[in-house]
């Protein structure tokens, strides 16, 4: 069964530091996410992206962050300048488009990222 | 705004005993609602989900989930817990307006099935 996958599973960076967090989304979806759930808190919406373009993206998402679809099957989200509150597991997911039928979100295993 | 809500942080039951963990919405308009499961170190697992059509929804692993739209509720059920059944329960609205088909979550529900 196809699946989301993510690398690395665990990401440790001084502050100040840029990090690319690499998803490899389903192969026939379109769409992609990138969520982030701080530790006991609640999955938040980052950022959304169809057809090589950014659709939305939360107040989250300043400038310090981007994503990119480099090639046909990667897709990468980077922060420029990590923060200590950059700390969280980050979450890419996919999904096909809706045709008559509302599709599901499929998601990697996370991406725990450690901001010292 | 659409939002979620999952009252409870912890439900515990034991094994064997029927389970639920309680999510209610706010929506404009008609809801398109989601379960996901989340086990130790491990991403979001999808369940099941709620579009139209039948208020009661089958989903992956024996859970189910009742849509109650006067109550705007959507909880998950099953009829006898398992010990394995020990994880992070998310609910989930799927956002309507745009094309991004966003999800914003409820804060999560840790069930705790006891042997």
């Known amino acids: 069964e196809p699946e989301v996958t993510q690398t690395p599973s665990h990401q440790v960076t001084q502050m100040g530091q840029e990090v690319i967090l690499r998803c490899v989304p389903i192969s026939n979806h379109l769409y992609f996410y990138w969520y982030r759930q701080i530790l006991g808190q609640k999955v938040e919406f980052l950022v959304s992206?169809?057809?090589?373009?950014?659709?939305?993206k939360s107040e989250i998402f300043d400038d310090q962050f981007s994503v990119e679809r480099p090639d046909g099957s990667n897709f990468t989200l980077k922060i420029r300048s990590t923060k200590l509150e950059d700390s969280a597991m980050y979450f890419c997911a996919s999904r096909s488009r809706d045709r008559g039928h509302v599709n599901t979100q499929y998601f990697g295993p996370g991406t725990r990222l450690t901001v010292l | 705004a659409q939002s979620v809500a999952q009252p409870e942080d912890q439900v515990n039951v034991a094994e064997g005993n029927p389970l639920t963990v309680k999510c209610t919405y706010s929506v404009s308009g008609n809801p398109y609602l989601f379960w996901y499961v989340q086990y130790p170190n491990r991403g979001l697992q999808f369940l099941l989900k709620y579009i139209t059509g039948d208020n009661l929804v089958k989903g992956s692993y024996g859970f189910e989930a009742e849509f109650n739209k006067s109550q705007t509720s959507f909880h998950l059920k099953k009829p006898s817990a398992l010990v394995s059944d020990s994880a992070l329960y998310f609910c989930?609205?799927?956002?309507?307006?745009?094309?991004?088909?966003?999800?914003?979550f409820g804060q999560g529900t840790t069930l705790q099935v006891k042997p």
């Open positions: 989930a609205v799927r956002v309507l307006s745009g094309n991004t088909g966003k999800l914003i």
């Open positions: 992206f169809y057809n090589n373009e950014i659709s939305e």
